[in-house]
């Protein structure tokens, strides 16, 4: 397992290094192009969170192991076999890893794409990313359990990761906030009204 571990760090060095470079070409190109230094830079480093952040678990959860393929289909059954025959620490890594594995595109994603700032939508996200990882260990035949389980945990890591960067979340126009209670912002104004002919006006109090 040592050449497993060893493996992820390298690609996580190759990772930051080349998502850090590609995030610094991105971010010149959209000041070229007229985009505030905000907001480039928020969606650069988006990019390279979601990058950095998400292939050494890749490495990981796609690395060969000298076992036979096996398949969990039952929502819950693998991780309660687990926590009834596996010791409570193993079982903890386990859980907390599998949360780990999209937490940082979950936590990225929405920042960058405001299609995906909705808490349903992260959730979606980590599920169809973890369920091919699970296809993938299945299809390639390498040694790995692929469990409705793992996807469970892979999407509820995502989300809660997710939420965690609401603060930052993009935004479509028209949706930046609200303005003193009256409604969206860039809601169109209230029509003004004008005195019909042989209307009367209140006079002003002296």
């Known amino acids: 397992m040592g050449w497993v571990w060893a493996g992820a760090v390298v690609v996580s060095i190759l990772g930051v290094l080349g998502a850090g470079l590609?995030?610094?070409?991105?971010?010149?190109?959209?000041?070229?192009?007229?985009?505030?230094?905000?907001?480039?830079?928020r969606f650069s480093a988006a990019e390279f969170g979601m990058v950095a952040g998400t292939l050494p678990w890749l490495?990981?959860?796609?690395?060969?192991?000298?076992?036979?393929?096996?398949?969990?289909?039952?929502?819950l059954s693998d991780l309660v076999d687990q926590v009834r025959t596996m010791p409570a620490g193993w079982v903890a890594e386990q859980a907390v890893g599998n949360l780990l594995v999209f937490a940082a595109l979950g936590f990225c994603a929405p920042i960058r794409y405001a299609?995906?700032?909705r808490f349903g939508r992260i959730l979606l996200l980590g599920a169809a990313a973890s369920a091919v990882i699970?296809?993938?260990q299945?299809?390639?035949?390498?040694g790995r359990?692929?469990?409705?389980?793992?996807?469970?945990?892979?999407?509820?890591?995502?989300?809660?990761?997710?939420?965690?960067?609401?603060?930052?979340?993009?935004?479509r126009p028209g949706e930046s906030g609200r303005t003193g209670g009256a409604g969206r912002a860039g809601s169109p104004p209230a029509p003004a009204v004008v005195p019909g002919p042989g209307s009367r006006t209140t006079p002003p109090d002296r």
């Open 134 to 136: 699970e296809i993938l």
């Open 145 to 171: 359990v692929s469990s409705v389980d793992d996807v469970l945990l892979n999407a509820s890591g995502a989300a809660l990761a997710g939420l965690l960067s609401r603060r930052w979340w993009a935004t």
């Open 138 to 142: 299945y299809a390639l035949d390498i």
């Open 115 to 117: 299609a995906l700032a």
């Open 22 to 41: 590609a995030a610094a070409a991105g971010y010149r190109l959209r000041r070229r192009c007229g985009m505030p230094a905000g907001t480039a830079r």
């Open 59 to 75: 490495w990981l959860t796609l690395t060969p192991r000298p076992h036979a393929r096996l398949v969990h289909l039952i929502p």
